[in-house]
């Protein structure tokens, strides 16, 4: 552990500091600080020192309150975007804080503390519903230099654990793989992660008609015959079959009916396309549904802490 630095007395922004508080849970110093607004509040002696915190949040609360009586933006996905890549980077209580603000991935002034400047930059470099914001450099913070526009595929190549497979001598990404083999990169992700042989990782046929027979309880009939009599939804037996599940369990596994389609405000869509329109992690989303039973408008309407 580094020597302490003390911050008594010193000024950051708007900020100037008290005394030294308590330790956060990861043991780094915090300071009790004095705003110019008059309130008090606890810092990171790291976000003091880069300059991440100016304030105690009323100078951003005071942009975010004009730019939203300015834009009229505030229900749509991409003023979402801007306000996550914030949270992640500056709330510690955000679940995704240790990956990014923890490791001092940061958002430039002009994004941070205006969100015209960013939807500008977003409406002039691609943005698209169906894209999410992407950094170049995962060592950079998010800036005009180092974002981007990108699908969850370019998006997955990109990241810090991307991995890469060598093949009969030739090494490629998952996603570069799923190209030339042309299957989907779902299957062949959870092939790899299955623990299952190359081999069989890259060169088992897949088989996508529904007339693939199968075989059970000495009946044989396809997989859209098997989804009527058991009453799964087709594309659930289908997917469960193209995972490598064993036959008994895919048969008589119960379907979750939220884990297809949940119809919200008169539209229906899979959770997978409930999370990237709402811009909400999908694990997080299927876990307020299914595991802890949450109400749809609830799970929807939650913000992420």
Known sequence: MGRLIDLTNKKFGRLSVVRRGENDKRGEARWVCLCECGNTTVVNGYNLRKGITKSCGC????????????HGLTKTRIYGIWNNMKDRCYNTNNEAFERYGGKGISVCDSWKNDFSEFYKWAMENGYREDLTIDRIDNKKGYSPENCRWATTKEQSNNREN??????????????????????????????????????KVFDTEIKTNNQRSITYNGETKNIRQWAKEKGIPYKTLHKRIMDGWDIKKALETKDNPLHNQITYNGKTQTIADWARELNINYDTLKQRLNKYNWPVEKAFKTPVK
């Open 59 to 70: 100078y951003g609360r005071k942009r975010t309150s004009e730019t939203k009586k300015t």
């Open 162 to 199: 991307v991995h890469e497979v060598t093949y009969k001598g030739k090494t490629q990404t998952l996603s570069e793989w799923a190209d030339e083999l042309n299957i989907p990169y779902e299957v062949l992700y959870k092939r790899f992660y299955k623990g299952m042989p190359l081999d």
